[in-house]
């Protein structure tokens, strides 16, 4: 690349600084806790004889037949990774649990009283755990990068001292937001919108699916919050209807998605039309080879904030259902839906058309359904997630465009019906239920 911003700039150092968060129970829902699916029930597939996927009695772990995989079979071994965190939660039932401590409130925060004013509006008090530890640091102008589960409110965290930042700055701050997904980039903004109320902020989301000459007319009134996926920011910036110089704050949301989904170009692109001296946030679930790359090439003296305590939410009980030789899977898929404690529902298909397939199918069995996937236009993915959300579709079914980032908070099972690919992917999707305090229960059809 000629002389790019990116190659003029000193190697950053990296302050890491880790603080892990735990559940103050100890007793934790693993491997079906309690659920009517949990391996063993007549749901799971092996009926009484089936052991659960829990540690024997001593500590040795059992090796269930499901651990076995043939080398053509590429799919995640969810059995086995249920298994693990059982044999690893019973190792730890002993441990004496430090509580977390949250040491401030949002109004001990430095922000503006019309900040203040919309927090009091929507009822935010106390912070969660990464807001309590990033805000400060955040509104003092420091890299931030913050490692932390989903659930954990990482979007409030950015999205509120950066708006301090820019009233207190006069407005003459402007903040570019990268997100994975189209859903997530569009929660960003109504998050933005909510704390931003009563300021005169302004927004917009610049995503694919939508019209790009309404999005280059937005730009147009120099909105303070930019929100939007790397594939449509890149091509607003090649237009040159979107001038990166004037932002001097920067946020990566999800990056690993961002990364899994194949975007690390785009995104380098992106940050290098930037100026050399902003700030850069980055939040990411996980921590990988390329996210350490990114945060050594583009931010200065990151402070890393880690409050992320497990790979799965100890809320979500977890269970596989073996589909054995005789049965057909939609019936036993429509079977679990027709029981009572089966509430609103999310379930994951591999491909596109299997989950219009899907979909189709539970609606001929009466059974009211819909589905989202990438091949959606984005006005239909939006009136999809607005009747789930509205309780008008009781069954979603989904490709992994939604396993993160749908903030749907009283999702009562996930179940996957084609297997994940891999253990993120599994992680990502079971994310979807149990959250805001809630219990929820993942099923795995293998």
């Known amino acids: 690349m000629k002389d790019s911003k990116l190659s003029r700039r000193p190697r950053r150092s990296v302050g890491s600084s880790s603080s892990s968060s735990s559940s103050s129970s ?3 829902r693993t491997s079906g806790g309690s659920s009517k699916y949990a391996p063993g029930s007549k749901y799971h597939g092996g009926g009484g004889s089936t052991r659960p996927y829990s540690s024997r009695p001593g500590g040795s772990r059992s090796r269930s037949s499901s651990r076995s995989r043939s080398k053509k079979d590429k799919t995640f071994d969810v059995a086995g990774f249920i298994q693990d965190m059982a044999y690893e939660a019973s190792k730890k039932t002993n441990e004496v649990v430090e509580p977390i401590v949250i040491k401030h409130k949002f109004s001990d925060f430095d922000l503006p009283e019309s900040l203040k004013k919309s927090l009091t509006k929507n009822g935010f008090e106390t912070p969660t ?6 805000i400060p640091m955040i509104i003092a102008g420091r890299d931030i990068v913050g490692i932390a589960n989903t659930g954990t409110g990482k979007t409030l965290a950015f999205v509120l001292p950066l708006a301090a930042r820019v009233i207190n700055e006069d407005k003459k701050m402007r903040v570019l937001i990268m997100c994975p997904t189209r859903e997530l980039a569009q929660q960003v903004e109504a998050e933005v919108a909510k704390i931003t109320s009563e300021s005169p902020l302004n927004s917009v989301v610049c995503v694919g699916g939508m019209p790009i000459g309404r999005q280059i007319r937005d730009l147009k009134r ?7 996926t790397p594939g449509r920011l890149k091509d607003l910036l090649d237009r040159k209807v979107l001038n990166l110089g004037q932002f001097s704050a920067a946020i990566l949301d999800e990056a690993d998605q961002m990364l899994d989904m194949g975007f690390v170009h785009d995104m380098r692109y992106i940050l290098e039309h930037l100026q050399n001296d902003r700030q850069t946030l980055l ?7 390329e996210i350490k790359r990114l945060i050594s090439d583009f931010t200065t003296d990151a402070k890393i904030v880690s409050v992320k305590t497990q790979e799965t939410a100890h809320s979500v009980s ?4 073996e589909v054995r030789n005789g049965e057909d899977k939609f019936d036993v898929l429509v079977d679990i839906l027709q029981h009572d404690d089966t509430g609103k529902t999310l379930v994951f298909c591999r491909t596109k058309r299997g989950a219009d397939r899907l979909s189709r199918d539970l609606k001929k069995a009466d059974i009211n359904a819909d589905a989202i996937h990438g091949d959606r236009n984005q006005r239909q993915r939006t009136r999809t997630l607005t009747r789930f959300r509205a309780h008008s579709i009781r069954v979603l079914v989904a490709t992994d465009v939604a396993a993160r980032g749908l903030d749907i908070d009283d999702i009562t099972h996930v179940i996957n019906y084609d297997a994940p690919q891999s253990r993120d992917d599994y992680v990502h999707r079971i994310g979807r239920t149990g959250r805001a305090g809630s219990t929820g229960s993942a099923i795995t059809f293998v």
């Open 318 to 321: 977890q269970s596989v259902r």
């Open 222 to 228: 120099n909105p303070e919050f930019v929100i939007g």
């Open 283 to 289: 939040f990411s679930a996980t921590m990988s080879d």
């Open 26 to 28: 100890s007793r934790r």
């Open 129 to 134: 755990q990464i807001q309590d530890e990033t």
